[in-house]
């Protein structure tokens, strides 16, 4: 746009000077000559303000005799026209120029050089109204050079950068020239102007780069340009310094195979005045210098091929671009690296392959271009004719092949002529297909990793694993071999291996014993052989499941349960869960009245003493004995022996009411003891079921002051602590032993 701007201002400037010399020609060929009476007819024109003004005449050092003069009309009245009146008294010249129409207001003729001349142009409508300019001067004085031709400007943070043409004759004499500025609006220009270092170039470093600035050039005064004015003010529109910001999408052409349509957008810089964009296209591998557009709208479609792109768009006036947003296009991934058979290469050796196409493609291409590159480096391009082969050697290669590397390879058709050399870029190229190659192979000398053991049964396993890095295969992969054995800790036992794809990544061992550790190794294999094996991973069988028979029979007799239904349910629960009867009903407990009691203590006190010794009575009590003591105590086991000299652990004391020790005292006193205490008991001991509650309410019953009267079902509550047995340990001589009698 920039470039543009320059060359229709240059079409403009040379559109007026020709017009410009055109009309000086007619109006020069037309003077006449000048009588006293003409010059009487303009005597009562006067200078004024609003009358004509500005009158300036000039010529070039090249033909200093031939003089422009140049004026500005004045404003008082509609209808003008000129009379010009050129003198050079010394020889009595000059020359008459009456009735010039108001459109032009130049005049050219020829003069003198070493003779002052004097110049009038009058400006009349109606004759009251004429008015005058008048300019005096030396033509050596009337040499003018400029104003340029063409100004161009540019800017980049803070800096203005100018470029200026001059006209051809100017351009030999004009060394250096001035320039001035100042903002947008403002009436003072700056204090100091800038002075160029060359008739073309000139910089300020000094400027706001958001503020927009007018600029005026004037060349510098000399022998050859005594007069140089200013021209008129440029405007430098301020400085773009935010790229815009680009999206792009694409998809498959849908009649071209092989293209796809890239649809880019962006959005202008945030702030600026910008004319339009500059959009740059070129290959990624550096194959051209790119493609370049101008464009108003911020939109653009690309038709290009499953190459890689770069694309560059910058916003753009007449005094600055914008930085570029760069977009990597990349290839498509649908193409690259899929080898379908069209396309195939043989190495010759590290400086040569030959790529062959499947089709006849000589019908309709000549061009051709084929890519090829290793992962993450550059691409590597050769472009060539071939119009009867489906096949074509490259050599010498730009660069050479390596060893055990993997390349993708990708062949481009081009159908135009134009685009052999890549001159255009939009449009110009379609993919034909792709395929991947290795000039030498060799044996992976990597191994598949993080190998994994997943949904173990008894006698099988899923294995996991990861594949190998390319750079570890060094060729293309023909499958992956699995190694297993059992492992022992004291012996090996024989290994076994299964061969699968090298597209899987997960396979299922089978035929395993249960509950067995098993190690197992992977490695791959190309053309050239296998490669080093993986590190060795372990993993355990499941074990058999235990039967427990005893929870079998179990389940099976609830089963039965179950099925046979009440009458077992019943017969079960009177086995398991006998039915307890009632103390109060039982047979097992006699109440006991005064006489009872009486027949007792007399029955013990006649007790023959030759036939067994007493040795010690004891009468114990306990305060809160839990019932299944009590239980115990009312079956001791028969054969339970008490030491002659110790104690009970549960008794409490051996004294009587008196404190006098009654364990080892005399016979008589036990005796007596005993009557003593068991005159207040109520039970009598006659076999069958007899339970706590039963003995407590016998003991109420004895403790109960009117013997006689009791009742025979006593309430529970009248019932007080008391003794809780007698126990009496003798000696019998018939035995030979001691034995121990306990009464409740």
Same mark, same amino acid.
């Given at each position: 746009?920039?470039?543009?701007?320059?060359?229709?201002?240059?079409?403009?400037?040379?559109?007026?000077?020709?017009?410009?010399?055109?009309?000086?020609?007619?109006?020069?060929?037309?003077?006449?000559?000048?009588?006293?009476?003409?010059?009487?007819?303009?005597?009562?024109?006067?200078?004024?303000?609003?009358?004509?003004?500005?009158?300036?005449?000039?010529?070039?050092?090249?033909?200093?005799?031939?003089?422009?003069?140049?004026?500005?009309?004045?404003?008082?009245?509609?209808?003008?026209?000129?009379?010009?009146?050129?003198?050079?008294?010394?020889?009595?010249?000059?020359?008459?120029?009456?009735?010039?129409?108001?459109?032009?207001?130049?005049?050219?003729?020829?003069?003198?050089?070493?003779?002052?001349?004097?110049?009038?142009?009058?400006?009349?409508?109606?004759?009251?109204?004429?008015?005058?300019?008048?300019?005096?001067?030396?033509?050596?004085?009337?040499?003018?050079?400029?104003?340029?031709?063409?100004?161009?400007?540019?800017?980049?943070?803070?800096?203005?950068?100018?470029?200026?043409?001059?006209?051809?004759?100017?351009?030999?004499?004009?060394?250096?020239?001035?320039?001035?500025?100042?903002?947008?609006?403002?009436?003072?220009?700056?204090?100091?102007?800038?002075?160029?270092?060359?008739?073309?170039?000139?910089?300020?470093?000094?400027?706001?780069?958001?503020?927009?600035?007018?600029?005026?050039?004037?060349?510098?005064?000399?022998?050859?340009?005594?007069?140089?004015?200013?021209?008129?003010?440029?405007?430098?529109?301020?400085?773009?310094?935010?790229?815009?910001?680009?999206?792009?999408?694409?998809?498959?052409?849908?009649?071209?195979?092989?293209?796809?349509?890239?649809?880019?957008?962006?959005?202008?810089?945030?702030?600026?005045?910008?004319?339009?964009?500059?959009?740059?296209?070129?290959?990624?591998?550096?194959?051209?210098?790119?493609?370049?557009?101008?464009?108003?709208?911020?939109?653009?479609?690309?038709?290009?091929?499953?190459?890689?792109?770069?694309?560059?768009?910058?916003?753009?006036?007449?005094?600055?671009?914008?930085?570029?947003?760069?977009?990597?296009?990349?290839?498509?991934?649908?193409?690259?690296?899929?080898?379908?058979?069209?396309?195939?290469?043989?190495?010759?050796?590290?400086?040569?392959?030959?790529?062959?196409?499947?089709?006849?493609?000589?019908?309709?291409?000549?061009?051709?271009?084929?890519?090829?590159?290793?992962?993450?480096?550059?691409?590597?391009?050769?472009?060539?004719?071939?119009?009867?082969?489906?096949?074509?050697?490259?050599?010498?290669?730009?660069?050479?092949?390596?060893?055990?590397?993997?390349?993708?390879?990708?062949?481009?058709?081009?159908?135009?002529?134009?685009?052999?050399?890549?001159?255009?870029?939009?449009?110009?190229?379609?993919?034909?297909?792709?395929?991947?190659?290795?000039?030498?192979?060799?044996?992976?000398?990597?191994?598949?990793?993080?190998?994994?053991?997943?949904?173990?049964?008894?006698?099988?396993?899923?294995?996991?694993?990861?594949?190998?890095?390319?750079?570890?295969?060094?060729?293309?992969?023909?499958?992956?071999?699995?190694?297993?054995?059992?492992? +022992?800790?004291? =012996?090996?036992? #024989?290994?076994?291996?299964?061969? %699968?794809?090298?597209? !899987? @990544?997960?396979? $299922?061992?089978?035929?395993?014993?249960?509950?067995?550790?098993?190690?197992?190794?992977?490695?791959?294999?190309?053309?050239?052989?296998?490669?080093?094996?993986?590190?060795?991973?372990?993993?355990?069988?499941?074990?058999?499941?235990?039967?427990?028979?005893?929870?079998?029979?179990?389940?099976?007799?609830?089963?039965?349960?179950?099925?046979?239904?009440?009458?077992?349910?019943?017969?079960?629960?009177?086995?398991?869960?006998?039915?307890?009867?009632?103390?109060?009903?039982?047979?097992?407990?006699?109440?006991?009245?005064?006489?009872?009691?009486?027949?007792?203590?007399?029955?013990?006190?006649?007790?023959?003493?030759?036939?067994?010794?007493?040795?010690?009575? +004891?009468?114990? =009590?306990?305060? #809160?004995?839990?019932?299944?003591? %009590?239980?115990?105590? !009312? @079956?001791?086991? $028969?054969?339970?022996?008490?030491?002659?000299?110790?104690?009970?652990?549960?008794?409490?004391?051996?004294?009587?009411?008196?404190?006098?020790?009654?364990?080892?005292?005399?016979?008589?006193?036990?005796?007596?003891?005993?009557?003593?205490?068991?005159?207040?008991?109520?039970?009598?001991?006659?076999?069958?079921?007899?339970?706590?509650?039963?003995?407590?309410?016998?003991?109420?019953?004895?403790?109960?002051?009117?013997?006689?009267?009791?009742?025979?079902?006593?309430?529970?509550?009248?019932?007080?602590?008391?003794?809780?047995?007698?126990?009496?340990?003798?000696?019998?001589?018939?035995?030979?032993?001691?034995?121990?009698?306990?009464?409740?």
């Amino acid at each position: 746009m920039l470039f543009i701007d320059r060359k229709i201002t240059f079409l403009i400037f040379g559109l007026v000077f020709a017009d410009y010399t055109t009309l000086s020609s007619q109006i020069q060929a037309s003077p006449v000559k000048c009588r006293s009476r003409d010059f009487s007819s303009y005597e009562h024109c006067e200078i004024r303000p609003d009358g004509v003004h500005d009158l300036v005449c000039f010529g070039k050092h090249e033909t200093r005799s031939k003089k422009t003069c140049v004026w500005k009309p004045g404003n008082h009245t509609s209808e003008k026209n000129y009379t010009v009146i050129m003198r050079q008294r010394s020889r009595n010249y000059c020359s008459f120029y009456p009735n010039i129409e108001g459109s032009l207001k130049s005049v050219n003729f020829t003069v003198y050089e070493k003779l002052d001349m004097n110049v009038e142009v009058f400006e009349h409508g109606e004759a009251a109204n004429c008015t005058k300019a008048v300019f005096q001067g030396s033509p050596k004085d009337t040499l003018r050079c400029g104003p340029p031709q063409t100004a161009s400007f540019s800017r980049t943070a803070g800096r203005l950068q100018a470029r200026v043409s001059w006209l051809q004759d100017d351009m030999k004499v004009v060394d250096r020239y001035n320039m001035r500025y100042k903002t947008l609006g403002s009436r003072a220009w700056s204090e100091s102007f800038v002075r160029s270092e060359n008739g073309s170039s000139c910089r300020v470093d000094t400027l706001n780069s958001s503020l927009v600035y007018s600029v005026q050039i004037q060349c510098v005064p000399n022998d050859k340009c005594s007069q140089c004015p200013w021209s008129e003010a440029y405007t430098v529109p301020a400085a773009l310094t935010t790229p815009p910001i680009v999206q792009f999408h694409e998809k498959d052409h849908a009649r071209k195979k092989g293209r796809r349509v890239i649809s880019v957008a962006w959005t202008p810089p945030d702030r600026g005045q910008y004319d339009g964009y500059r959009v740059t296209v070129w290959k990624a591998s550096g194959e051209t210098r790119g493609e370049q557009t101008i464009t108003a709208q911020p939109h653009l479609r690309l038709v290009l091929s499953y190459s890689s792109y770069r694309l560059n768009v910058s916003a753009v006036n007449n005094a600055s671009v914008s930085p570029a947003a760069s977009v990597l296009i990349p290839r498509s991934e649908d193409q690259t690296g899929v080898p379908d058979g069209r396309l195939n290469v043989t190495v010759h050796h590290n400086n040569s392959f030959t790529v062959f196409w499947k089709d006849n493609l000589s019908r309709s291409y000549v061009c051709y271009s084929v890519e090829w590159w290793e992962k993450e480096q550059k691409t590597i391009y050769m472009s060539f004719h071939e119009s009867k082969n489906n096949y074509r050697t490259l050599f010498p290669l730009p660069e050479p092949l390596k060893p055990y590397t993997r390349y993708n390879i990708t062949l481009h058709t081009r159908p135009n002529k134009d685009t052999c050399n890549m001159v255009r870029v939009n449009n110009s190229e379609s993919t034909y297909a792709s395929t991947q190659f290795y000039s030498v192979e060799g044996s992976p000398v990597g191994a598949p990793t993080n190998i994994s053991t997943s949904d173990i049964t008894l006698d099988s396993a899923v294995l996991r694993w990861s594949c190998i890095p390319e750079e570890g295969i060094r060729g293309f992969l023909t499958d992956y071999t699995i190694y297993f054995m059992e492992y +022992h800790q004291r =012996e090996a036992s #024989a290994e076994r291996n299964v061969t %699968v794809g090298p597209t !899987l @990544n997960s396979f $299922e061992l089978a035929g395993l014993k249960s509950d067995t550790v098993y190690q197992v190794q992977m490695s791959g294999s190309t053309s050239a052989g296998e490669g080093v094996r993986s590190a060795t991973s372990f993993f355990k069988t499941k074990p058999k499941e235990k039967v427990d028979l005893g929870l079998i029979v179990g389940f099976v007799v609830v089963a039965l349960v179950l099925i046979c239904g009440s009458p077992v349910i019943k017969r079960v629960k009177v086995i398991l869960w006998p039915s307890i009867p009632n103390p109060g009903r039982s047979n097992a407990m006699q109440k006991i009245d005064g006489a009872d009691e009486l027949e007792l203590t007399e029955a013990i006190s006649i007790l023959n003493v030759d036939e067994w010794d007493v040795k010690s009575l +004891h009468i114990l =009590e306990r305060e #809160a004995a839990s019932p299944a003591n %009590v239980l115990t105590l !009312l @079956n001791p086991p $028969e054969d339970e022996e008490d030491s002659a000299g110790s104690r009970s652990s549960w008794a409490e004391d051996d004294t009587d009411s008196a404190g006098r020790d009654v364990s080892l005292s005399d016979p008589n006193t036990l005796l007596h003891t005993q009557q003593t205490n068991m005159q207040g008991s109520a039970l009598a001991f006659a076999g069958g079921y007899t339970t706590v509650e039963m003995f407590q309410q016998g003991m109420n019953a004895a403790a109960t002051p009117d013997v006689g009267k009791s009742s025979p079902d006593l309430d529970s509550t009248t019932m007080r602590p008391g003794l809780d047995y007698v126990r009496q340990v003798s000696y019998s001589p018939a035995s030979g032993g001691e034995r121990t009698s306990t009464f409740l």
